[in-house]
């Protein structure tokens, strides 16, 4: 059954605050929501997390969480593993391995319906991944209801969801491409190098979508208040985005600018393995980071703890990741 977004908004959402209530759920349902396995008896949480920003409906969207082991050779690959460890056990983290998850923003604005990101798609699902389209179910969005698809870069954990079944995930939608990045994966050359498979995924999900797409370049304006801002280094061509409310109040999505809540901030000088060029991404996490501290802006990161919603203190070379908790409630 559809629900509508007024009966939606009506039985999910604080009066007057505008921020989703927590959804409870059965532990076995929420798992599967989230591709996560839990004890007996845990409740995760529903997957969407809704808010306001101004006249702006932010969702963010679980598509699920993934594990890796040996830390190190993932982050701070130009450090001695030793280092990497023990920065980790610092924070009360595991040593030996870390999980991450994928979070796809939604933002409906007054005449749009923009879909940032999609996740891993239907490939993914068998591992607990590729969760978008049941997530936008659950929150009351339909795939048809999105207007808009906007890409931060082109690795499959952001493009696997824009098809199902060889078919548009979002069949309704435009798309927005950053230009750079376009260009880069469909050169023929990509496809005899090393990053042959993500630009084989390219020609499959992205390449058939681009006449209906625009293409951006550094400070374009994907709409009204929101405009795409160069970050380039994780991959030639990724964007960030900043949000602008009708009151002036301001958001980031970072995209995979920074890919750890610990790593990636409190060490944003330390080498990244998927980063393509990482001394350039090193850079451009600094001064993203640099920016979003000072200016004392909230953001969305794309690998950040769901729901992925946060602030970041600086502190001398180093950030601290602080998670939003009630600061943009209007109590």
């Given at each position: 059954?559809?629900?509508?977004?007024?009966?939606?908004?009506?039985?999910?959402?604080?009066?007057?605050?505008?921020?989703?209530?927590?959804?409870?759920?059965?532990?076995?349902?929420?798992?599967?929501?989230?591709?996560?396995?839990?004890?007996?008896?845990?409740?995760?949480?529903?997957?969407?997390?809704?808010?306001?920003?101004?006249?702006?409906?932010?969702?963010?969207?679980?598509?699920?969480?993934?594990?890796?082991n040996n830390p190190e050779k993932i982050y701070g690959i130009d450090q001695d593993p030793k280092v990497v460890a023990a920065l980790l056990e610092e924070n009360l983290l595991p040593t030996g391995h870390l999980v991450n998850g994928f979070t796809p923003v939604l933002?409906?604005?007054?005449?749009?319906?923009?879909?940032?990101?999609?996740?891993?798609?239907?490939?993914?699902?068998?591992?607990?991944?590729?969760?978008?389209?049941?997530?936008?179910?659950?929150?009351?969005?339909?795939?048809?209801?999105?207007?808009?698809?906007?890409?931060?870069?082109?690795?499959?954990?952001?493009?696997?969801?824009?098809?199902?079944?060889?078919?548009?995930?979002?069949?309704?939608?435009?798309?927005?491409?950053?230009?750079?990045?376009?260009?880069?994966?469909?050169?023929?050359?990509?496809?005899?190098?090393?990053?042959?498979?993500?630009?084989?995924?390219?020609?499959?999900?992205?390449?058939?979508?681009?006449?209906?797409?625009?293409?951006?370049?550094?400070?374009?304006?994907?709409?009204?208040?929101?405009?795409?801002?160069?970050?380039?280094?994780?991959?030639?061509?990724?964007?960030?985005?900043?949000?602008?409310?009708?009151?002036?109040?301001?958001?980031?999505?970072?995209?995979?600018?920074?890919?750890?809540?610990?790593?990636?901030?409190?060490?944003?000088?330390?080498?990244?393995?998927?980063?393509?060029?990482?001394?350039?991404?090193?850079?451009?996490?600094?001064?993203?980071?640099?920016?979003?501290?000072?200016?004392?802006?909230?953001?969305?990161?794309?690998?950040?703890?769901?729901?992925?919603?946060?602030?970041?203190?600086?502190?001398?070379?180093?950030?601290?990741?602080?998670?939003?908790?009630?600061?943009?409630?209007?109590?």
């Amino acid at each position: 059954m559809r629900v509508s977004r007024r009966h939606f908004i009506a039985t999910t959402t604080v009066a007057g605050a505008g921020l989703l209530m927590p959804q409870r759920a059965g532990a076995e349902g929420s798992a599967a929501a989230n591709g996560d396995k839990v004890r007996k008896g845990a409740v995760e949480n529903p997957g969407f997390f809704r808010f306001m920003l101004g006249d702006l409906e932010i969702t963010t969207l679980s598509d699920g969480r993934r594990s890796a082991n040996n830390p190190e050779k993932i982050y701070g690959i130009d450090q001695d593993p030793k280092v990497v460890a023990a920065l980790l056990e610092e924070n009360l983290l595991p040593t030996g391995h870390l999980v991450n998850g994928f979070t796809p923003v939604l933002i409906r604005t007054g005449g749009e319906l923009i879909l940032f990101d999609t996740g891993l798609g239907a490939g993914a699902r068998d591992a607990g991944q590729g969760r978008l389209i049941e997530q936008l179910k659950a929150s009351g969005v339909m795939p048809e209801d999105v207007t808009l698809v906007a890409l931060t870069h082109f690795h499959g954990d952001h493009i696997g969801g824009l098809m199902e079944n060889d078919r548009p995930s979002f069949p309704n939608a435009r798309y927005a491409f950053g230009r750079k990045e376009f260009d880069f994966w469909t050169d023929p050359a990509r496809l005899d190098s090393p990053q042959k498979n993500n630009a084989a995924l390219v020609a499959k999900n992205v390449k058939p979508l681009a006449d209906k797409a625009v293409f951006l370049d550094d400070r374009a304006e994907l709409v009204p208040g929101i405009q795409a801002l160069a970050a380039y280094g994780h991959t030639p061509g990724h964007l960030i985005f900043r949000v602008t409310a009708s009151d002036g109040r301001t958001l980031m999505l970072t995209g995979d600018t920074v890919n750890h809540f610990v790593l990636s901030l409190q060490r944003p000088d330390w080498h990244v393995a998927f980063d393509m060029d990482k001394e350039m991404a090193a850079q451009t996490r600094k001064r993203v980071l640099d920016m979003i501290a000072t200016d004392r802006l909230p953001f969305i990161g794309y690998h950040m703890p769901f729901p992925a919603l946060a602030y970041v203190q600086k502190n001398g070379d180093s950030y601290r990741y602080v998670p939003e908790t009630y600061q943009l409630r209007e109590i």
